[in-house]
């Protein structure tokens, strides 16, 4: 982690000790005149499972959407598996392709079908051929458990069915880091299980993943750590055991109360 | 009681005629055509009667006369001495004419302005909306008269003409572009052009298997570019580079050579693109907002490029919206082109009213324009619809 | 292992000057890439090149005040700045045209009364009951102010009708009688009867597939033809007529869509409480419908309105064309482009203003839709 901090600042990409795939180093973000990301430190292991919560308008999603530059950040530093996020597109263009990120909204395109989301970026951004994009589709499919839905559209399957295509899709991409942004915010609660299944799965393989969500059991089955952001801030982390049990500090003890209350 | 309610229930109930709702629209609907059909009676007695107290002869016989009226500009050859049969034509020709440039134009002026609206350049697209407000509350007739006066009054003589670019003139004669001279290089050119258009089509079918095979990519549409503009060039140069232009040359009073639009046209064609360029604009701009940023996000995410972002996930799904509203638009810039009438460009329109003063024939004159207007719409509109279905096909 | 920040919020700080103040909105706004700067510096050219002729032509060479069209020019007889002397010449005669000179205080008053009641129909809190009651009472006012004839007011022939307010009849007066007209049309187009059905259709096809100018030289020319030998009408009449026709066409298509909007819900709870078809669709369908579809009731309204300019083509006297007429005044030769543009500004006034409205409501109703 030394290294990296003491590099040449926008000298990029920088080589950082090896374990740290996501580094955040005292990131600020505004809009405008509004101050939504207050010092951010974070640092995310390869394989590490980080959970983050806190109540809606804390700055959760601005934060993990700062990772792959859906947001732009402007003070401090991002370093994504060895490569500073500058406002170089070059830099911008390889963090993308390392790093998949499932939305709420799922996001999956209308206009093609099941298996011509999950190719799209392969042939394009990857450049594969067509064949072996088709065929990596179809395992992501299968792993997914929904091969049989492949030629249908987006709009012809349940929530939960294209919330497990919107993560087949990032998977196409082999990327070492995944993001979720809410997953399961937008679900009904029979589906939230058939996808929180597939992101355990994911889990138990070693992905590294930063998750912003609210279901608890996940993050105590599966969570490395977890994040309490309020306000812009990182509040406390933790391990899950003692996130839960024992929390230190005044607001987690507030929020952890009113979400475990029912 | 019982047995009387089993009984109601059993019979097979016929409601009286007057109540039964079947009948009841048959006879409505007897009443109103009856109705239409009276009024129709009624207004087509009237017009005889009127007609024939008028000494006009019903019938389309008068297209077979001499106009005996000249008309300012026309794509066919045409003399007072012709048939209204032929004027009538020279007026059809004029309207496809002017309208087939706008429509062009316009799109391409609403599609800069709609996208420019939504730059994030805060001036350009500023300036963008403020073009659209403006354009948009001012009635094209108004607009029409103004360009018109512009031209034709503002516009200095042929001798003070302003040169925007050299060899253009605007003069209160008109708009004056240099021509090059005939010369068979330039059907050549053309032969080029069309053979490099095959090729870059043969090229960007090659360039898309190898990629579905290999996964190489080819850029298809710069080499087909560079085709379109090359080949032709080759040509140009191969024939000795043939550049003589024939340029507007003042001779007197006013110009020779070139070719000129005059104030009318002009008028009309910019009157017509900017006020439809306006409506064209906020239906790329509706269309392009219509695509959700989550869209955009997604794609970002996955690492596609700005270009390739908009070519395969934007583009596609805001042509579905921008389609239908756009065939309306382009009827409405058809129609519109009627009111070439009051600043007296030769248009269908204005020749048949011609027509209808010197003859008298206002219900033949009539039914010509309308029966003209109804086939366009009905063209543009069956075009449009087999495009808007291909467009729909791809995507479900 | 746990790790707290700290207890209490962080205070809020204020962002780096780099992205705020007048340097920082700068380079987010205009050169945040290479693409854009040089969109900025050819936005920054036109600009120079445009606004500062104009300007000059328009306020600093302009001539506010002469006596005729020689006075306004430089000494070479051309024209060096605008000539707003000629506006102001002839501003009566653009407004109110042909109407006797004495009496404009009446037109003028139309005027005021017209813009009173469009007002007053663009609050929400009027519509209903109370506009029904507002309308006619405004328009028999409007209509004894223009004829006159009765309480010592002299009698002005339509004749005379011209300028703005000619402009305001025509387009208010059509779309009050049009709309009625427009509802039948779309009640016809969704009715289950085939004849009803067919003759909306190609009513509405008909109307809607032909530029409205032939639709006026129709009335021009063909609606003398169609009526009795000795019936006459007078030429506004004829032009009245042939607008109502037409923007009924398209003011029914609009309708059609409010009631295709409707849930089909709505028609059956309506068939259950027994009401019948006239009494479902005044107390239960038009009211959603209508209410659904003001917005672009209101934007085609704006097109009815710039579309009036066109009854110059049958020679009555409007807006546009009291300033062609102002334009053949020989002592005020070739002052075109003042007189275009003085009425430009005009129809720009109203018809932004009613667009504006119509944008404000749309958003109101989006509101209202979402959850």
Redesign the interface.
Known sequence: MSNAAEAMPGKAPVQSGARAMIEMQAVHKWYGEFHVLKDINLIVGRGEKVVVCGPSGSGKSTMIRCI???EEHQQGRIIVSGIELTSDLKHI?AI??E???V?Q?F?????LTVLENLT??P???????????EETARYYLERVRIPEQADK?PGQLSGGQQQRV?IA??LC?KPEIMLFDEPTSALDPEMIKEVLDVMIELAQEGMTMVCVTHEMGFARTVGDMMVFMDRGEIVERAPPAEFFANPKSERTRLFLSQILAH | MASETAAIVVRPSRPAPWRDPRLR?IA??VV??AV?AAIIGF?AY??T???R?QNIATGFGFLDREAAFGIGESLIAYSPADTYARAFLVGLANTLYVSAIGIVLATILGTVMGLARL??????AK?AAIYV??F????????L??WW??LR??APGPRQAWQPLPGVFVSNRGILLPVPHQDPAYLWMAVAFAIAFGIAYAVFRWARRR???????FPAGWVGLALALGLPLIVFVAHGMPLEMEWPVLRGFNFAGGTAFSPEFGALLIGLVVYTGTFIAEIVRAGILAV?W??S?????????PG?RMR??VL??AL?VIIPPMTSEYLSLT??S??A??IGYPDL?SIA?TT?NQTGQ??EG?AM??AV??VI??LISLFMNLYNRSVAL??? | MTEIAHELPLPMQRPPATSTGILGWLRA??F?SVF?TV??LI??Y??AVTIPPLIRWAFIDAVWDAANGQACRGPGGQEVGACWAFIGEKLRFILFGRFPYTEQWRPLLVVVLFIALVLASCDRRMWGRRLLLLWPAGLVLIGILMWGGVFGLRYVGTEYWSGLPLTLILAIIGMVYAFPFAILLALGRRS?????RM?SVAYIE?V???????VL??AS??L??????GVTIDKLLRAQVAFILFAAAYLSEVIRGGLQAIPKGQIEAADALGLGYWRRTRLIVLPQALTMVIPPLVNNF?GAF?????V??IGLFDL?NTA?AALTDPNWQ?F??EA??F??AI??CF??FM?RYSQMLERTFDRGHRR
């Open positions: 792959n530059r859906l263009e993308r392709r790093v998949g990120m939305f909204q996001n999956l395109f209308p206009h799209l970026a042939i394009w951004v990857r450049k594969l051929p067509k064949k072996e994009a559209y919107a899709r990032s991409m | 629209g409505l609907q109103f055509v239409i207004l009237n017009t009667v009127n007609l107290r730059s994030r350049n805060w001036l350009v300036l407000e403006t948009r509350n001012i009635p094209l007739a108004l607009q008269l103004f006066a512009l009054e503002v990629q579905a095979e290999t996964g190489r990519q959700s989550g869209q996000e997604a794609a970002m995410a996955l690492g596609l490029r390739q395969l996930v596609p799904q579905r129609k519109n009627s009111l009438v009051i329109v009213n209808m206002a219900v009539i324009i309308m207007y109804l719409s009905l791809v995507e479900r | 706004n205009l945040n854009n969109l900025s936005a920054v036109f600009l289950q009867l085939p004849a009803v003759v008909l809607r597939g032909v530029p409205l100018i032939t030289f129709m020319v063909m003398p033809l169609f009526l009795p030998a704006i710039k579309n009036t300019s066109l110059l083509i546009l062609n070739g075109a482009a275009y543009i009425t430009a129809y720009f018809c932004f667009s």
